[in-house]
């Protein structure tokens, strides 16, 4: 008989039964979209619908997104919708840009992403995470709450700083999670303008506060490039050679424009590290939530440091810290929507010969969220199961399945950069430390740019 208790199900919303009304889906997107998803979404492979009067294809079968986001990429663009929300904040930034733009972007940032230029940065996560974490001994003692999201996004900018702009972002850390909060609570959000397919120009008064928050980061980009364009007009051999560095070297009329460049930091400082930071601090608290999983994972990290393993090799021998990451992202996808629109009508036709009809126009929508918690594609879906990505159960799952970090051309450019970031992250907070559940800890998941915990994730602190 097996005695083992079941795997925890963290909070998410139910499906729906009903369809709501137009009025119920502007309301229920405009205040969290990941409420709006009816039971279809959850059980058939894709839906053929209306969206606020508009045909809508949502699709869920790993084949048919396959199809979409690899095979004929070149035929679907970002849509409307996504580009209206999108755009004010991140403009020309990898991202959000398309055509010529994001070929130029793309490739000009390749190299520092590679999987072993990547690996390079491995002892800089480590010290970085020692560096931080030190914070905790005092709350430990004191058996204090930490926020673990905040934290999170403090600890994933510190790294993104150090490593990719060599500590130079003309900012503090400390305050910066609060501005990143605010930032994607005002500018991160659906307005009905949007919904309603309105021209840029039309105010959106759901926005209007965010205005102050996007001059400061601009404020800051801006500071950041003329410091670094000092340091290498006046002394150019002392000028670190990293991201930021690479980037202003490419400042030329058949390189990228000097506004390109801006866009890309902003998007790398105000939203590159932020989806780790969220997947980090869901995953921090499913783990606090299952013992079994805890004990795995904290006998492999203290085999693995014991033995003196380099940081660079841990994403390789801790497969069950990578799995409970990787599981994280599951349930909480950093990036919980796809939004894709036809160019030209298209057709797909699945293996059992039915056919999907792509007319020219119709918005195309590829769900992690409901696609990691499909019923047709995982057991017992709901649960914190970090066992489906163990090395054995891993060749199991459909390449498309799955999809943290996209798929297909725009894949995102730092997947390598944030296992690696996060395994390292989990290693040394739980080698020195547990985070426990309090009465105060009831985050629901509400949809911005990433999954964000409403309520914040308060976990009390204690030393192993």
Same mark, same amino acid.
């Given at each position: 008989?097996?005695?083992?208790?079941?795997?925890?199900?963290?909070?998410?919303? %139910?499906?729906?039964?009903?369809?709501?009304? #137009?009025?119920?889906?502007?309301?229920?997107?405009?205040?969290?979209?990941?409420?709006?998803?009816?039971?279809?979404?959850?059980?058939?492979?894709?839906?053929?619908?209306?969206?606020?009067?508009?045909?809508?294809?949502?699709?869920?079968?790993?084949?048919?997104?396959?199809?979409?986001?690899?095979?004929?990429?070149?035929?679907?663009?970002?849509?409307?919708?996504?580009?209206? %929300?999108?755009?004010?904040?991140?403009?020309?930034?990898?991202?959000?840009?398309?055509?010529?733009?994001?070929?130029?972007?793309?490739?000009?940032?390749?190299?520092?992403?590679?999987?072993?230029?990547?690996?390079?940065?491995?002892?800089?996560?480590? @010290?970085?995470?020692?560096?931080?974490?030190?914070?905790?001994?005092? @709350?430990?003692?004191?058996?204090?709450?930490?926020?673990?999201?905040?934290?999170?996004?403090?600890?994933?900018?510190?790294?993104?700083?150090?490593?990719?702009?060599?500590?130079?972002? $003309?900012?503090?850390?400390?305050?910066?999670?609060?501005?990143?909060?605010?930032?994607?609570?005002?500018?991160?959000?659906? &307005?009905?303008?949007?919904?309603?397919?309105?021209?840029?120009?039309?105010?959106?008064?759901?926005?209007?506060?965010?205005?102050?928050?996007? $001059?400061?980061?601009?404020?800051?980009?801006?500071?950041?490039? *003329?410091?670094?364009?000092?340091?290498?007009?006046?002394?150019?051999?002392?000028?670190?050679?990293?991201?930021?560095?690479?980037?202003?070297?490419?400042?030329?009329? *058949?390189?990228?424009?000097?506004?390109?460049?801006? *866009?890309?930091?902003?998007?790398?400082?105000? $939203?590159?590290?932020?989806?780790?930071?969220?997947?980090?601090?869901?995953?921090?608290?499913?783990?606090?939530?299952?013992?079994?999983?805890?004990?795995?994972?904290?006998?492999?990290? &203290?085999?693995?440091?014991?033995?003196?393993?380099?940081?660079?090799?841990?994403?390789?021998?801790?497969?069950?810290?990578? $799995?409970?990451?990787?599981?994280? +992202? #599951?349930?909480?996808?950093?990036?919980?929507?796809?939004?894709?629109?036809?160019?030209?009508? &298209?057709?797909?036709?699945?293996?059992?010969?039915?056919?999907?009809?792509?007319?020219?126009?119709?918005?195309?929508?590829?769900?992690?969220?409901?696609?990691?918690?499909?019923?047709?594609?995982?057991?017992?879906?709901?649960?914190?199961?970090?066992?489906?990505?163990?090395?054995?159960?891993?060749?199991?799952?459909?390449?498309?399945?799955?999809?943290?970090?996209?798929?297909?051309?725009?894949?995102? %450019?730092?997947?390598?950069?944030?296992?690696?970031? @996060?395994?390292?992250?989990?290693?040394? +907070?739980?080698?020195?430390?547990?985070?426990?559940?309090?009465?105060?800890?009831?985050?629901?998941?509400?949809?911005?740019?990433?999954?964000?915990?409403?309520?914040?994730?308060?976990?009390?602190?204690?030393?192993?």
């Amino acid at each position: 008989m097996d005695v083992r208790p079941e795997p925890f199900e963290p909070p998410a919303p %139910i499906p729906r039964t009903v369809p709501p009304s #137009r009025l119920q889906t502007i309301r229920t997107v405009m205040r969290n979209p990941l409420e709006l998803w009816g039971e279809p979404s959850y059980t058939l492979p894709w839906i053929d619908t209306k969206f606020i009067n508009q045909r809508t294809l949502i699709v869920n079968d790993p084949n048919l997104i396959r199809h979409v986001l690899v095979e004929n990429a070149s035929n679907y663009e970002m849509s409307k919708v996504r580009r209206l %929300i999108l755009r004010p904040i991140l403009r020309d930034g990898l991202l959000t840009a398309e055509g010529e733009v994001w070929r130029r972007s793309r490739k000009a940032m390749a190299p520092v992403f590679t999987p072993r230029h990547a690996r390079g940065f491995a002892k800089q996560m480590l @010290a970085k995470t020692e560096e931080y974490v030190a914070k905790y001994d005092e @709350a430990a003692a004191a058996g204090a709450v930490a926020n673990i999201a905040n934290d999170m996004t403090e600890l994933t900018f510190e790294i993104l700083s150090e490593t990719l702009f060599s500590g130079e972002i $003309a900012t503090e850390t400390e305050g910066f999670a609060d501005s990143v909060e605010r930032l994607l609570h005002r500018m991160g959000r659906v &307005d009905p303008m949007d919904l309603l397919l309105a021209p840029p120009w039309v105010p959106r008064l759901t926005r209007i506060g965010g205005a102050k928050v996007m $001059a400061e980061f601009r404020g800051i980009v801006a500071k950041t490039m *003329d410091h670094r364009r000092q340091l290498i007009r006046s002394d150019p051999a002392s000028a670190p050679q990293d991201f930021l560095t690479l980037l202003l070297q490419l400042e030329r009329p *058949d390189g990228l424009s000097t506004d390109e460049i801006s *866009d890309n930091i902003l998007t790398f400082i105000g $939203a590159g590290h932020e989806t780790t930071a969220r997947a980090l601090a869901w995953t921090i608290y499913c783990v606090a939530n299952s013992p079994q999983v805890r004990e795995n994972m904290e006998a492999e990290i &203290d085999s693995v440091l014991s033995s003196g393993a380099e940081p660079v090799d841990w994403l390789d021998l801790m497969p069950h810290v990578r $799995a409970a990451f990787e599981e994280g +992202m #599951r349930l909480y996808p950093p990036a919980p929507s796809i939004n894709r629109a036809a160019i030209n009508a &298209d057709s797909w036709t699945s293996p059992d010969g039915e056919r999907v009809e792509i007319p020219k126009g119709i918005p195309v929508l590829i769900m992690p969220w409901t696609l990691h918690r499909h019923v047709l594609y995982w057991e017992k879906p709901r649960a914190f199961m970090p066992e489906r990505f163990l090395p054995a159960n891993r060749e199991k799952l459909h390449r498309f399945q799955y999809l943290p970090f996209g798929a297909g051309p725009r894949t995102c %450019i730092g997947a390598t950069f944030a296992l690696q970031e @996060a395994v390292i992250g989990l290693a040394v +907070m739980m080698k020195r430390f547990r985070f426990d559940m309090t009465p105060e800890t009831r985050p629901w998941p509400v949809q911005r740019l990433t999954t964000q915990p409403r309520g914040g994730l308060p976990l009390r602190v204690s030393a192993r």
